[in-house]
């Protein structure tokens, strides 16, 4: 049974940070991302690290939000520094079977968390 568990979210200051984390299993991802949804706003690609580690970030995070994978564990983590009120969404980790992502292509993923919730206030 696959599964995609989503933890390490919560409530921060402006220009705060955490650090998100999706435990994997049952799962054989080649790659996977982070996607976050808004109150209101359509889901949106957040970061990817694909098969030959190559990561992906969306412009608003680029610079901020850092995506890693620990291989070993099948541990994905998404370290989000200096972080902002738009950041403000549930996050969700996918998982994918595709060696390669069309970039934030939610068609590409197989399976999904529940999701995270991260809050950032002023």
């Known amino acids: 049974q696959v599964q995609l568990v989503e933890s390490g979210g919560g409530s921060v200051e402006v220009g705060g940070s955490l650090r998100l984390s999706c435990a994997a299993s049952?799962?054989?991802?080649?790659?996977m991302g982070w996607f976050r949804q808004a109150p209101g706003n359509d889901r949106e690609g957040v970061a990817e690290?694909?098969?030959?580690?190559?990561?992906r970030y969306a412009d608003s995070v680029k610079g901020r939000f850092t995506i890693s994978k620990d291989y070993v564990k099948n541990i994905l983590y998404l370290q989000m520094n200096s972080l902002k009120p738009d950041d403000t969404a549930m996050y969700y980790c996918?998982?994918?079977?595709?060696?390669?992502?069309?970039?934030?292509?939610?068609?590409?993923?197989?399976?999904w968390g529940q999701g995270t919730r991260v809050t950032v206030s002023a």
């Open positions: 690290i694909e098969s030959d580690g190559g990561t």
């Open positions: 049952g799962v054989t991802s080649t790659s």
């Open positions: 996918a998982a994918s079977s595709r060696w390669f992502l069309r970039g934030f292509n939610a068609q590409d993923y197989d399976d």
